[in-house]
């Protein structure tokens, strides 16, 4: 099963409002990103949060990372209808994770101008 | 896309035949990545580098193969494929163990 599963699986929302997205995880991390994706597109790193961070931002960006409930929510403020895309959460999973990143199945936000 | 190039961006091959997808990179990066996308199962990893011919498996590697002779280079083997295998597979790079991840644009393949 994923390491990283995301909720919505998918948001429609208008342009102006605020756009919410959670990741859940099941094992200790050393550190949680999100990542982008644009149709027929790669993956764009967005954030990287640490496991002793609490909250950071990024432009319109705002992630927070709650340990103690394996979650971690990443939240767009004053949405675009450019930021529609899929977004995914990708984690390591401490000190048995090698190299590797798991990544969640995504959220497809869609921002209707 | 970061210099990071997959070759080829497209390919449509059938059941049984072998295929060679090629990622390369102009940044040095130490560890490289292959994974493949498909509708419901998000991003899967199927192989990973951390070196010059130091590879590991990941979550989905039977019937994938990898070789890594140059840093520049990580190839991806699919010996016979198969029609479960037709996907978008991507390479991606990075500096450092679990650091951040830059992808390339993708190779969708169809297995026909």
């Known amino acids: 099963s994923q390491q990283g599963e995301e909720d919505p699986q998918a948001l429609s929302i208008q342009e102006g409002e605020n756009a919410t997205m959670n990741c859940s995880y099941k094992?200790?991390?050393?550190?949680l990103q999100w990542y982008r994706q644009n149709s027929g597109r790669g993956l764009v790193h967005l954030i990287l949060?640490?496991?002793?961070?609490r909250e950071k931002h990024s432009g319109r960006l705002r992630v927070t990372l709650d340990t103690s409930k394996k979650s971690s929510s990443l939240l767009i403020t004053a949405s675009r209808a450019a930021d529609t895309a899929s977004y995914f959460c990708a984690t390591d999973e401490g000190e048995t994770s090698g190299s590797r990143l798991t990544f969640g199945e995504g959220t497809q936000l869609t921002v209707n101008p | 896309d970061a210099g990071i190039t997959q070759s080829p961006r497209h390919k449509v091959t059938e059941t049984g035949t072998p295929v060679t997808l090629r990622c390369h990179q102009t940044e040095n990066h130490r560890y490289m990545y292959w994974y493949r996308q498909d509708p419901g199962h998000g991003l899967r990893l199927i192989h990973y580098?951390?070196?010059?011919?130091?590879?590991d498996k990941g979550e989905v590697s039977d019937g994938y193969s990898v070789s890594r002779s140059k840093t520049e280079d990580f190839l991806l083997t699919l010996e016979s494929a198969t029609s479960s295998q037709t996907s978008v597979y991507f390479c991606?790079?990075?500096?450092?163990?679990?650091?951040?991840?830059?992808f390339g644009a993708g190779t969708r393949l169809s297995v026909l």
């Open positions: 949060i640490r496991s002793n961070e």
């Open positions: 580098s951390y070196g010059v011919k130091d590879t």
């Open positions: 991606a790079i990075s500096e450092i163990s679990v650091g951040i991840q830059y």
């Open positions: 094992t200790s991390i050393n550190n």
